[in-house]
């Protein structure tokens, strides 16, 4: 499974993003998927993640600013990126696996895009 993700870059504090991820080369569904991010200097974290059904789990830093949602016709995740935030700076990674329905933990996901930098600075 390959994974491509698109749509990062530099956007001013308050501003808005929208990242999406596609998978491709599988003739199974993906069953969970989900965001993880890497601001410089500090470990990979959860951002948010959703199962096949549509059910969202977000960290806490992000709710009520990200919205994750999926299109599982076209075995896409997308996140949306509100009212962003200095410190939402980082590589943010798509993660997708076909057996686990359910996951906030990236050791569970099998599948990884090369990563997206989004960058929030005035």
């Known amino acids: 499974v390959q994974l491509q993700a698109s749509g990062g870059g530099l956007v001013q504090p308050g501003g808005y993003l929208g990242l999406s991820c596609a998978a491709s080369?599988?003739?199974?569904?993906?069953?969970?998927m989900g965001w993880y991010r890497q601001a410089p200097g500090k470990q990979r974290e959860l951002v948010a993640t959703?199962?096949?059904?549509?059910?969202?789990n977000y960290a806490d830093s992000v709710k009520g600013r990200f919205d994750i949602f999926r299109d599982n016709a076209k075995d896409t995740v997308y996140l949306e990126i509100n009212k962003l935030k200095p410190e939402d700076t980082g590589v943010y990674y798509c993660?997708?696996?076909?057996?686990?329905?359910?996951?906030?933990?990236?050791?569970?996901?099998?599948?990884w895009g090369q990563g997206t930098q989004v960058t929030v600075s005035s």
């Open positions: 993660a997708a696996d076909l057996g686990i329905s359910y996951s906030d933990y990236d050791a569970d996901y099998d599948y």
């Open positions: 080369g599988t003739i199974y569904s993906i069953n969970a």
């Open positions: 959703i199962t096949s059904g549509g059910i969202a």
